[in-house]
């Protein structure tokens, strides 16, 4: 059974860092894309970052400069750098996999609270 566990938000200032988690198993993202998502109060979810096995990223136009996907040399982890963070920011973030047999997962999220 595959898991995702997200770890990492917390609150901060605005201008500060964040580094999110996304831990599974199995070397997962040696053969998925993993992708973050977030969902703010009262808006739907958005995809933030998303990078490809073969390394190539994405982002959503606000992150960009800002945010980097990443993924750790055991390939059991995903992350999410998040400099310069701004109220705008706040949101639950999600992890999200996607296997070659278009099987999808996600983690149960972790929430950011950008906020002076």
């Known amino acids: 059974q595959v898991q995702l566990v997200e770890s990492g938000g917390g609150s901060v200032h605005p201008g500060g860092s964040l580094r999110l988690s996304c831990r599974t198993s199995?070397?997962?993202?040696?053969?998925?894309?993993p992708t973050w998502y977030r969902q703010a109060p009262g808006r739907e979810r958005e995809l933030v970052a998303t990078?490809?096995?073969?390394?190539?990223?994405r982002y959503v136009d606000s992150v960009k400069g800002r945010f980097t996907i990443s993924i750790g040399d055991d390939k059991n982890t995903a992350y999410l750098q998040m400099n310069a963070l701004t109220p705008e920011d706040t949101a639950i973030y999600y992890c999200?996999?996607?296997?070659?047999?278009?099987?999808?997962?996600w983690g149960k999220g972790t929430l950011v609270i950008v906020s002076s």
């Open positions: 999200h996999a996607l296997v070659p047999d278009g099987t999808e997962y």
């Open positions: 199995d070397r997962l993202f040696s053969f998925s894309d």
């Open positions: 990078m490809t096995a073969g390394g190539q990223t």
